[in-house]
Nanobody, 126 residues
Framework: QVQLVESGGGLVQAGGSLRVSCAAS????????MGWFRQTPGKGREFVAA????????YYADFVKGRFTISRDNAENTVSLQMTSLKPEDTAVYYC???????????????????WGQGTQVTVSS
């Protein structure tokens, strides 16, 4: 069982930056693909970004390309999402997700992830 704990959410003005992080309990963390999803009331979970289990490849939703950066530290068992040029429409609960050595084709599907954190609120004011 992999436990994921997010941190770093908060309130920021439009155009600002925020970093959310996720700490994983799994000692074999480097074997897990890590993803970030977000959710707003009344909507399903939306793919934001993912990083391959080996850490070499990253994937982004079109609406965050050039603004968000996903990274991982396998020595510290953490994955982070650096968010810049934030917009009010980025307001959501952000979730960290994980699964063992996923295929790239599955990264954008929330049902492909087995483990989830509790979520952290990110609010961008206009």
């Amino acid at each position: 069982q992999v436990q994921l704990v997010e941190s770093g959410g908060g309130l920021v003005q439009a155009g600002g930056s925020l970093r959310v992080s996720c700490a994983a309990s799994e000692r074999a963390f480097s074997d897990y693909t890590m993803g970030w999803f977000r959710q707003t009331p009344g909507k399903g979970r939306e793919f934001v970004a993912a990083i391959r289990w080996s850490g070499g490849n990253t994937y982004y939703a079109d609406f965050v390309k050039g603004r968000f950066t996903i990274s991982r530290d396998n020595a510290e068992n953490t994955v982070s999402l650096q968010m810049t040029s934030l917009k009010p429409e980025d307001t959501a609960v952000y979730y960290c997700a994980a699964n063992y050595r996923m295929r790239a084709a599955d990264y954008v599907r929330f049902r492909s992830y087995e483990y989830w954190g509790q979520g952290t609120q990110v609010t961008v004011s206009s």
